[in-house]
């Protein structure tokens, strides 16, 4: 989206009254730069999210400055990298990505509810007003390649459609620059096994070179590409029908994305940090706006009493302010107060929530509800910054 | 990788040096071990023996360790796991994995977790927990637990 656009859309926002009785918010951030595009926080384009920061992503066929779809409802997610889109909500005709033979390459990418199958093809990607050029990005749901292997839908369930994924695609500005790593770049059985090339006999896996992975985006700019910034208003208790805030590219390169007091935190070679509660420390947790809630322990450990119809959140009888220590691989701690409320007791037509969480067994879950009224930096491995080289989060 | 988490339970431990790799599947007994040793290439850690079960411990070649936990009696009654990449689910799951599946598509569609998630069925308990690069999670058939052990201590 240009920054005109930005504008007159944040403006929009501002005047739309909200029903519900809670007003929605709107962050004081300058959208007007060309290292800046808008996200909001809202039901999505299914109508069933919450705690989903949505934007809008511009994907051109490579080279082709005039022949461009703009994306609405794309979820942003720092959990992942990589640009995915329901082949449902394209209308472009982008290059396929061939492989071996001539092959088509297709991935079976895996989130923790399910994998995502479907063509690599190849898009420039305008972030803000700036532009990644020939982008390996995936098409979800390509009904060219209807047969899914064995192997990949082992891994779970296909998050194929636009009710099983909440969103019109995923916009993975995460820590790493390609979605697999070097795990996947090779032949032999410690490839896991995402990419696949697949012949008119039928799918194999295969290995696939770093650079044609589906790279993080925001890497491939030719500025403000070591990360990327998230601001998102606080939001009071009780929650917003919405939200709007910022995604800023690049960590300290512009007057709008400086690091300022924020404390980094390196992450380990899995993306994880240690949060410490109650003078226990549990090393597999993380920082994702992808997550939908602040999710955490379990019952017996926190004391928070599981939802009696949902046994994904908590529902203490009355909302509970809780502490802990964020630390990076670093030694750097950051204290954080955070609020668990009753999950069965907000607005149902509120999509904005910082209080809901559920249980994460053995580790912290910091999702969107640890975003609203935070500036949180996620800087991407292998890129320097004024505060050095990522991977790390900083907030 | 948290290993140690679990450690406490330890009242023997064997470290077979040899390739070898055992993914059992949930609810079968110690012969789905071995039919599933040739699929999952990887290698057996190790094997725990404490008073309520045996735990055996393989990490698949793509670096995903999965622990199986067989009752005196022989049936697998759980399965925990941790590492890069999800484990073969299908495998793992079993007889269980259909439901899983159709548990996971049919989950409410408001206020569903998009993040850590729990599919609690009559039959099986799934938890599913991380991110790409690091997932972990586990599953167990609540009637085939053995007296005295709490699903907490499955990691």
């Known amino acids: ?395 | 990788m948290a290993h140690t988490r679990w450690l406490g339970l330890v009242v023997t431990t064997t470290i077979v040096a040899l390739p070898s790799s055992a993914r059992a599947t949930l609810g079968g007994d110690s012969a789905s071990v071995d039919a599933d040793r040739i699929r999952v290439q990887g290698a057996l850690l190790r094997i725990v023996r404490s008073d309520a079960f045996t735990v055996h411990e393989v990490q698949s070649s793509s670096g995903t360790t999965i622990r199986e936990y067989m009752s005196s009696t022989g049936t697998v009654f759980a399965v925990a796991w941790e590492g890069p990449w999800l484990p073969n689910l299908r495998q793992i799951l079993g007889p269980y994995f259909e439901n899983y599946q159709r548990a996971v598509q049919s989950g409410s569609a408001n206020r569903r977790a998009r993040g850590s998630f729990k599919i609690d069925l009559p039959d099986v308990v799934v938890q599913m927990s991380g991110h790409p690069r690091a997932f972990s999670g586990r599953a167990y058939v609540p009637r085939l637990m053995p007296q005295r052990v709490q699903a907490e201590s499955i990691r």
């Open chain 1, 1 to 395: 989206m240009r920054p005109i656009l930005l504008l007159a859309l944040l403006v929009a926002q501002e005047l739309t009254p909200q029903c519900g009785g809670s007003p929605s918010t709107t962050t004081p951030v300058a959208v007007a730069a060309p290292n800046v595009q808008a996200v909001v926080v809202n039901a999505g384009p299914a109508n069933n999210y919450f705690n989903g920061a949505f934007t809008s992503v511009t994907i051109c066929a490579p080279g082709q400055s005039t022949v461009c779809q703009t994306i609405d409802g794309v979820l942003v997610d720092t959990g992942s990298s990589g640009l995915r889109v329901l082949s449902t909500a394209l209308s472009l005709s982008l290059r396929q990505q061939l492989g071996t033979n001539g092959a088509p390459v297709v991935e079976c990418a895996q989130f923790l509810d399910g994998f995502t199958w479907g063509p690599v093809q190849v898009a420039d990607v305008k972030l803000g007003s700036e532009q990644a050029s020939s982008v390996p990005i995936q098409v979800i749901g390509e009904t060219a390649f209807p047969n899914i292997p064995t192997d990949c839908s082992s891994s779970g369930t296909a998050e194929d459609t636009l009710a099983n994924l909440g969103a019109n695609g995923i916009l993975g500005v995460g820590l790493f620059r390609q979605d697999c790593g070097s795990a996947c770049a090779f032949v032999g059985s410690a490839n896991p096994g995402l990419y696949y090339i697949c012949p008119s006999s039928g799918c194999q896996p295969t290995a696939e070179a770093l650079n044609d992975q589906l790279q993080n985006p925001v890497a491939l700019l030719p500025t403000d590409n070591n990360g990327v910034l998230i601001q998102l208003p606080a939001v009071a208790s009780g929650g917003a029908v919405s939200v709007t805030g910022a995604l800023i590219f690049g960590i300290g390169t512009q007057a709008n994305n400086a690091l300022g007091s924020a404390k980094v935190l390196t992450v380990d070679a899995n993306g994880n940090v240690t949060t410490v509660f109650s003078g226990q420390s549990y090393p597999s947790s993380f920082i994702d706006a992808g997550s939908n809630g602040v999710y955490f322990l379990d019952a017996s450990t926190t004391g928070l009493p599981i939802c009696s119809d949902n046994a994904d959140f908590y529902c203490p009888a009355a909302s509970q302010t809780l502490s802990a220590t964020n630390r990076g691989a670093n030694g750097a701690t950051s204290a954080v107060n955070f609020n668990v409320g009753n999950a069965d007791g907000f607005n149902a037509s509120f999509s904005a929530i910082s209080e809901i969480a559920g249980p994460n067994p053995g580790g912290f879950d910091w999702g969107l509800g640890f975003f609203f009224g935070r500036s949180i930096y996620t800087a991407i491995e292998g890129s320097s910054t004024p505060a050095g080289q990522g991977p790390y989060f900083a907030y």
